[in-house]
Nanobody
């Protein structure tokens, strides 16, 4: 089972960009479907984007389409989330997650990284 560690969060002005990283331990990273979720202050955690184990398939929630790009480098055991045109509504704790079973729920989680977008 992999362990996940996020990094790359921070404070950015509206319109700016950030790239989040999710580093995975273990030799089986390439077999996991992966995803990003976010939890705004005082709200529930929600899905942002996902990527298949091979990286060929991606999916986004409508609110980030065209602004965020999910990718992965299986040789580096790392997944990324490139976030452009950030808005204050994107302020949240961002979590990476893995599916231990193909097509199953996201059941392995990182500790999160905070993103704050100022207006």
């Amino acid at each position: 089972q992999v362990q996940l560690v996020e990094s790359g969060g921070g404070l950015v002005q509206a319109g700016g960009s950030l790239r989040l990283s999710c580093a995975a331990s273990g030799r089986t990273f390439s077999s996991y479907g992966m995803g990003w979720f976010r939890q705004p202050p005082g709200k529930e955690r929600k899905f942002v984007a996902s990527i298949s184990s091979s990286g060929r398939s991606t999916y986004y929630v409508d609110s980030v389409k065209g602004r965020f790009t999910i990718s992965r480098d299986n040789a580096k055991n790392t997944m990324y989330l490139r976030m452009n045109s950030l808005q204050p509504a994107d302020t949240a704790d961002y979590y990476c997650a893995a599916q231990s079973v193909v097509g199953g729920t996201f059941d392995i989680w990182g500790q999160g990284t905070q993103v704050t977008v100022s207006s």
